[in-house]
């Protein structure tokens, strides 16, 4: 291969950490020579602001350094022209998986609960990073507007990049995450009535580039409102993960979030028991909360669903939990051996043991 081959091929490693494919197959590469032992790469951002430049230049200089013949790397960054952002729009936008396709190899998980404070957001952050560990594409849509809580959960402090009419969602723990949250310049109120609600989540599903996903996790508002209307609206293939703790009232009302299936027509895959047991010291269990609300509350869902909807996991009550969600990294990710992170982990590898594949799918056949 000649020179500038070499260093293209080099190159083909450094992931553009918003889009998640290589720079080169992104023609952010504009040139890449030798001048003597130095390698002169010169890389165009998508936006002259792009808040990662420095990990893009980083990344670049790490790849093309340990080359034979290489003393010296130069990194030169410049910014797409207008015709080349629009070419780079129209590539990606051809790539989009259409979620709401019936077709669509992407599994679409909407993670429900009747009221609020049985931790849906954060089993829900921790499913996701649980997730993506395991080698999956996974993106989170934080689809609680009024109460967004996933950025701080997920230790997101930046904004999302936008090329023109295309976001670029922020990544992290190996997840595409986005947020109304991010585009607020405060922790202010969203004020908002259900048709600016479906507007918002319209756009995420269809402004925002997730690129080809495995999962696509929502965080669902409590309740049976707007929200959760639109999902099943947009998103008609996708699955409901309901979420409570063992307290019959928790338990009373979750059972309006997962009966909601009989009119959306989407399918409860399982039930979530939240905060099951604290263990103690001396190794017994004290039920702060009660016991059996997560079996009983599966039982009687299938019995009105007329199918299976299995009480997937009961979560213990751990202060590593708490911990996690307050620092932004989840606790699979932070103490993976604790009960807490084994009972996640072992969740979201129940979610995800059904393969994606084309099964039951139509195929456009021609002769």
Not at 90 to 104: C, E, I, N, V
Not at 232 to 254: F, G, K, M, R
Request: hydrophobic share 40%; with cysteine; charged share 15%.
């Amino acid at each position: 291969m000649s020179t500038p081959e070499i260093l293209k091929q080099a190159l083909s490693t450094v992931i553009d950490p918003e889009l998640r494919r290589p720079i080169t197959e992104l023609n952010m590469v504009e040139s890449a020579t030798m001048d003597g032992g130095t390698a002169v790469v010169k890389v165009l951002l998508t936006i002259a602001g792009c808040p990662l430049r420095s990990t893009i230049e980083a990344d670049v200089h790490r790849a093309v350094a340990g080359l034979d013949g290489v003393d010296a790397v130069q990194v030169q960054l410049g910014v797409m022209s207008p015709e080349q952002r629009q070419a780079l729009r129209d590539s990606l936008a051809s790539r989009r998986t259409p979620f709401s396709d019936p077709q669509s190899l992407t599994r679409v998980i909407a993670v429900a609960s009747g009221k609020g404070g049985v931790g849906k957001s954060s089993i829900t952050v921790n499913l996701a990073a649980a997730m993506a560990t395991q080698g999956l594409k996974v993106g989170l849509i934080d689809a609680d507007v009024h109460g967004f809580s996933i950025p701080a959960l997920m230790g997101i402090t930046q904004n999302p990049t936008r090329v023109d009419d295309m976001i670029l969602p922020p990544v992290a723990h190996g997840v595409k995450v986005i947020s109304i949250g991010m585009f607020l310049d405060s922790n202010q109120p969203v004020i908002w009535r259900g048709p600016m609600l479906h507007r918002a989540l319209e756009q995420f599903l269809s402004d925002v580039y997730f690129g080809d996903l495995d999962i696509l996790l929502l965080d669902l508002p409590p309740g049976t409102g707007d929200i959760a209307i639109s999902v099943s609206q947009l998103l008609p293939n996708s699955e409901l993960l309901v979420i409570t703790t063992p307290q019959s009232t928790a338990t009373q009302v979750a059972e309006r979030a997962g009966t909601i299936a009989l009119q959306t027509k989407q399918k409860v895959i399982g039930v979530v028991e939240n905060m099951s047991f604290l263990r103690l010291p001396d190794g017994s269990r004290m039920e702060i909360f009660g016991s059996g609300g997560g079996q009983i509350l599966s039982t009687s869902l299938a019995g009105q669903l007329g199918y299976p909807t299995p009480l997937m996991a009961q979560i213990p009550l751990e202060e590593t939990l708490r911990s996690g969600s307050d620092s932004g990294v989840p606790v699979v990710l932070t103490a993976p051996d604790s009960a807490v992170g084994q009972a996640l982990t072992e969740l979201a590898a129940q979610l995800t043991r059904r393969p994606r594949g084309l099964s039951g799918k139509s195929l456009p056949l021609s002769l």
